[in-house]
């Protein structure tokens, strides 16, 4: 039988909650052996695949990144928000309370850099800021909400067995790590 297939996407966030995965260690072997890895946040795949497991960490801040999540939402089964950026906006929502263009003017023109002291444009290539940064579950349906900054690895793996024993995981607050 195939095994089910998961995709992970990285969108704003830091890189705690990937790192919190791989600290799962060897039971990264075990999970691997149990499911295929389509995506991850280090392979450049454009595509998402249908997958069964969609797993996004961070939250949303600009038009590229609410693309992918609604692109992964239509391909997944079931949707992982992971991570407090994921399930409640987390440390991306410390911009709220500044105006888009101000943040921008502020970190790409007006702050003196060592690379460039007038300070530097931002490329017109980078995605329009959304006005706030928002979770995931503002933008699509999320199934499995995993709080912690970041998550541990033991929560993680727990979550990830009692999906594919065919359950729909509800973290208990014990489960939940802040460091
Ligand atoms: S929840 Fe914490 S560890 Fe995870 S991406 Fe956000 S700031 Fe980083």
């Not at 263009?101 to 959304?130: F, K, Q």
């Amino acid at each position: 039988m195939a095994k089910p297939k998961v995709a992970s996407v990285w969108l704003e966030a830091c890189a705690g909650c990937h790192m919190s995965f791989l600290d799962m260690d060897e039971r990264l072997l075990d999970l691997f052996s149990r499911v295929e890895i389509t995506s991850t946040p280090i392979s450049d795949i454009k595509e998402i695949p249908e997958v069964t497991v969609g797993v996004i960490e961070g939250g949303l801040g600009n038009e590229e990144e609410l693309h992918v999540a609604r692109d992964l939402r239509e391909k997944c089964k079931i949707l992982v928000a992971w991570g407090d950026c994921a399930v409640f906006g987390g440390i991306n929502c410390m911009r709220n309370f500044i105006k888009p263009e101000d943040m921008l003017r502020e970190a790409y023109t007006d702050t003196v850099s060592t690379v460039n002291p007038s300070g530097v444009i931002p490329h017109v290539d980078l995605p329009p800021l959304l006005p706030q940064a928002i979770p995931v579950d503002r933008a699509v349906k999320v199934d499995v909400y995993v709080p912690g900054c970041p998550p541990d690895a033991d929560t993680i793996a727990w979550v990830f067995n009692e999906i594919l024993e065919g359950r729909i995981p509800k973290v208990p607050s014990q489960m939940m790590r802040y460091d």
